[in-house]
């Protein structure tokens, strides 16, 4: 029996290629668009852009194509997700909680309940089932722009309801297959910026919820240096933004002192920037939840970060991660996600 599958069409190339290929290979496909933000009047909305692209792709691959309005959902689960931890201090990751909370959860269980068997996205992840029917995420073919980082949160159950159709291909060759096929965006640059809002100002996008204060920027030696707009606004390792004028080397966030109401910025090479330890309370499992500790592992704590080596204990409160090598920058609320070879296994927010 023909399986029945929605595709996540963005409007951009990869999506495009994703229905192509499915299409291809004879599933039955429909092509899903999530309407999940709108800019405010006046202001650009590339959503209203995408939809008017995903639209000629489904009318060129003659499938049917229908727009799911999630903008409540993603209001909820993502942007007040976003605001209530940067009020908090804490840098949060929003593709990560949008994949998990959005795309296969709020997209997967309107296609379930819909009568579809699996849905498809672009992501450049790869998906294995092993004898047991057991899924897996894998990394992408290519480490440099692999995405299974962002695909952190998923579970078991979603792993098993998705497909990655583009997964085993480089991004060139999908790009040669989009013209190779005459898709209407063959040639249509990729996007970038926040999961669904795409390209904004952070400091004016999180004004809307936040009120701004005048603070204090130190060097490690306390000296002041500036007055910032709220520590919210800033990561740890972040050098753009800062507007500290006539240093000799660039500058770089190394900690943020919540209680005094600072930052506190140096140089690269300072070591305030470095730690070779961090804390997970709990692990989200995608596949094996009787993993034994300690465990000798590979994680990652940024995308595109190279895997580190590191020894993972239970501790009586949760986890200690343990790298070989002093890391740059562990921000608090960013994901660790742990891999075994090519498989990401689990994966916690950093206390």
């Known amino acids: 029996m023909t399986?029945?599958?929605?595709?996540?069409?963005?409007?951009?190339?990869?999506?495009?290629?994703?229905a192509y290929l499915l299409k291809k290979e004879w599933y039955?496909?429909?092509?899903?668009?999530?309407?999940?933000?709108?800019?405010?009047?006046?202001?650009f909305c590339p959503t209203l852009w995408d939809l008017e692209e995903a639209k000629k792709v489904a009318e060129y691959l003659d499938i049917p194509?229908?727009?799911?309005?999630?903008?409540?959902?993603?209001?909820?689960?993502v942007l007040n997700y976003m605001y209530e931890w940067y009020s908090k201090w804490i840098t949060p990751n929003p593709d990560i909680m949008c994949n998990s909370e959005v795309k296969f959860k709020v997209f997967l269980d309107e296609a379930l309940e819909s009568g579809f068997d699996m849905v498809a996205t672009w992501h450049y992840a790869r998906i294995s089932t092993d004898e047991s029917w057991i899924s897996h995420l894998l990394k992408w073919v290519d480490n440099n722009k692999d995405q299974s980082y962002f695909l952190a949160g998923l579970s078991?159950?979603?792993?098993?309801?998705?497909?990655?159709p583009i997964g085993h291909l480089e991004k060139p060759r999908v790009r040669e297959i989009a013209r190779e096929a005459w898709l209407p965006n063959a040639e249509r640059k990729d996007s970038q910026g926040i999961c669904f809002v795409w390209k904004v100002n952070m400091s004016d996008f999180l004004e809307k919820k936040i009120n701004p204060k005048s603070w204090k920027v130190l060097d490690t030696s306390g000296n002041i240096l500036w007055d910032h707009k709220g520590v919210f606004y800033y990561t740890i390792w972040q050098r753009k933004g800062l507007d500290i004028w006539?240093?000799?080397?660039?500058?770089?966030?190394?900690?943020?002192?919540?209680?005094?109401?600072?930052?506190?910025?140096?140089?690269?090479?300072?070591?305030?920037?470095?730690n070779d330890m961090l804390f997970v309370k709990t692990w989200n499992y995608l596949s094996d939840e009787n993993i034994k500790?300690?465990?000798?592992?590979?994680?990652?704590?940024?995308?595109?970060?190279?895997?580190q080596d590191c020894l993972i204990s239970k501790t009586e409160w949760g986890y200690e991660v343990k790298f070989e090598q002093d890391q740059r920058a562990i921000a608090a609320g960013q994901?660790?996600?742990?891999?075994?070879?090519?498989?990401?296994i689990m994966s916690g927010i950093i206390q």
Not at 254 to 270: F, G, H, M, P, Y
Not at 296 to 301: D, E, S
Not at 335 to 344: F, G, K, M, R
Request: glycine share 4%; proline share 3%; hydrophobic share 45%.
């Open 156 to 164: 078991q159950f979603q792993l098993s309801k998705s497909l990655f």
């Open 335 to 344: 994901i660790c996600a742990v891999y075994l070879e090519d498989e990401l």
């Open 65 to 77: 194509f229908f727009t799911f309005d999630f903008r409540d959902e993603y209001e909820k689960k």
């Open 28 to 43: 039955d496909v429909t092509a899903g668009f999530m309407i999940n933000y709108l800019a405010p009047e006046g202001e």
């Open 246 to 274: 006539g240093q000799a080397e660039p500058i770089f966030v190394v900690r943020k002192n919540i209680e005094a109401n600072e930052i506190i910025v140096w140089t690269q090479k300072d070591l305030a920037l470095y």
């Open 293 to 307: 500790f300690p465990l000798k592992a590979k994680t990652k704590i940024r995308y595109r970060q190279d895997d």
């Open 3 to 18: 399986k029945k599958i929605l595709v996540w069409l963005s409007g951009w190339v990869d999506s495009a290629v994703t």
